[in-house]
């Protein structure tokens, strides 16, 4: 595609409740990065896949939080047990390989009821 | 560890008068530096970036940044304000590292009065 990919756009869930996040970076682009935006905040970077290497996850804020990328393509970030504090809105970037320019997608609004 | 931290989380300028948000970074080593701008419902965008070259980076619609090590400062300026530059504005830094997550500030939001 053009540009990255989110779905869903808005998401609102229940305290408790599980939720998947999903991202598809720009074709081709070997790094995906997780970032986290609560309200009034500026982004906390969560998770980076590149290529086949491990992901880095020293952003991740608890066990309850996990992401997954099959090869070069599509991720997903899972939520298990939602709590209200997981409230933000959730972005995906990628770039080329690491270390080149970051391409945003617009985002998951996520609501924890 | 790396922090970003902007002044003022909110700025007004009127039509045509001079733009200027301020970034002030920490870095244990030397930084790269980005600004990215956010429009409403939309993901951030590229302004521009700092990796070590040129100290005065110009970057897109009119937008430049000088890095200034002495005051360990990356302040956005723009010599004339237009309506359509209202956004909210981040400055973030990463670690000349590979992983190259980025840290960002908490954000300026800048009104454009008429």
């Known amino acids: 595609g053009a540009g990255v990919s989110q779905s869903p756009s808005n998401k609102v869930t229940e305290k408790g409740k599980d939720v998947e996040l999903r991202c598809d970076p720009i074709?081709?682009?070997?790094?995906l990065y997780w970032y986290r935006q609560r309200l009034g905040q500026g982004l906390e970077f969560l998770i980076y896949f590149q290529g086949n290497s491990a992901p880095d996850k020293s952003g991740l804020p608890s066990d309850r939080f996990s992401a997954e990328r099959t090869g070069e393509s599509v991720s997903t970030l899972t939520i298990q047990r939602t709590q209200q504090e997981d409230s933000a809105v959730y972005l995906c970037?990628?770039?080329?390989?690491?270390?080149?320019?970051?391409?945003f997608g617009p985002g998951t609004r996520l609501t924890v009821l | 560890a790396q922090s970003v931290t902007q002044l003022g989380s909110h700025v007004s300028v009127s039509e045509g008068a001079l733009v200027l948000l301020r970034c002030n970074y920490s870095?244990?080593?030397?930084?790269?530096l980005f600004w990215y701008v956010q429009y409403p419902n939309q993901g951030l965008q590229l302004l521009l970036k700092?990796?070590?070259?040129?100290?005065l980076v110009k970057g897109i619609n009119g937008f430049e940044a000088e890095f200034k090590k002495s005051e360990t400062s990356f302040h956005l300026t723009k010599p004339s304000a237009h309506m359509s530059d209202a956004a909210e504005y981040f400055c973030a830094s990463s670690y000349s590292g590979s992983a190259r997550q980025l840290t960002f500030g908490s954000g300026t939001q800048l009104t454009v009065l008429p």
């Open positions: 700092y990796t070590s070259a040129a100290t």
């Open positions: 870095s244990s080593v030397p930084p790269y």
């Open positions: 074709s081709g682009h070997t790094a």
């Open positions: 970037a990628s770039s080329l390989n690491a270390g080149g320019e970051q391409f």
